[in-house]
């Protein structure tokens, strides 16, 4: 009598899982665009149709969300510097939808804490500046300005990023510039 059990259990399990390996092996493609729907959802009844009562109605397959399309930015950057007391910096200036501004990265390896000033220049002399203290440490990081309205060509606009000690002397330890030339070799 066990194996009778078994033998009805295990043929109740198969059918009850047809729908399941249905739904999970997709959408018959012959059928595609006949009103059939495929899919987990609708092998359990579950789908829109069935849940509101209404008629058979065509599926729909809306587009699959995905991330939002970023918007296109665009970069002007200088060399990458590097100082002897163990800094490196490299500064751009960004523009994307009609804004522009100015980010200068950095890694400071010099074992103290330093101060940044980094500065855009555009057309008509406008100038956008801002400090940023750039903690000792081995971790990337990076200063940025605001963005504001871009008031020219991308090329019209510079930007000049000064790393200093930051006691009474400001002792200058590298000037990264978005348009600077690269090193020579000698």
């Known amino acids: 009598m066990n194996l009778r059990l ?36 609708t092998s359990l009844g579950l789908s829109h149709s069935s849940r509101t009562g209404g008629g058979a109605r065509p599926a729909t397959d809306p587009a699959r969300p995905g991330p939002p399309e970023q918007p296109r930015t665009d970069s002007r950057c200088g060399p990458e510097l590097t100082a002897p007391q163990g800094l490196e910096a490299q500064t751009c200036v960004l523009a994307s939808e009609g804004r522009t501004w100015g980010r200068s990265y950095y890694r400071n390896t010099s074992g103290r804490a330093l101060d940044a000033v980094l500065t855009v220049m555009g057309p008509a002399g406008r100038t956008v500046q801002i400090r940023c203290a750039v903690a000792a440490g081995d971790e990337p990081g990076l200063c940025e300005t605001p963005r504001g309205e871009s008031a020219g060509a991308p090329d019209a606009y510079s930007a000049v990023a000064e790393f200093a000690v930051p006691d009474d002397e400001g002792r200058l330890l590298l000037r990264s510039g978005s348009n600077s030339p690269a090193p020579s070799g000698g």
């Open 6 to 41: 078994i033998g009805i259990g295990a043929g109740v399990l198969i059918i009850l899982s047809l729908p399941l390996a249905g739904a999970i092996a997709g959408p018959d493609f012959a059928g595609q665009g006949d009103g059939k729907g495929g899919g987990l959802f």
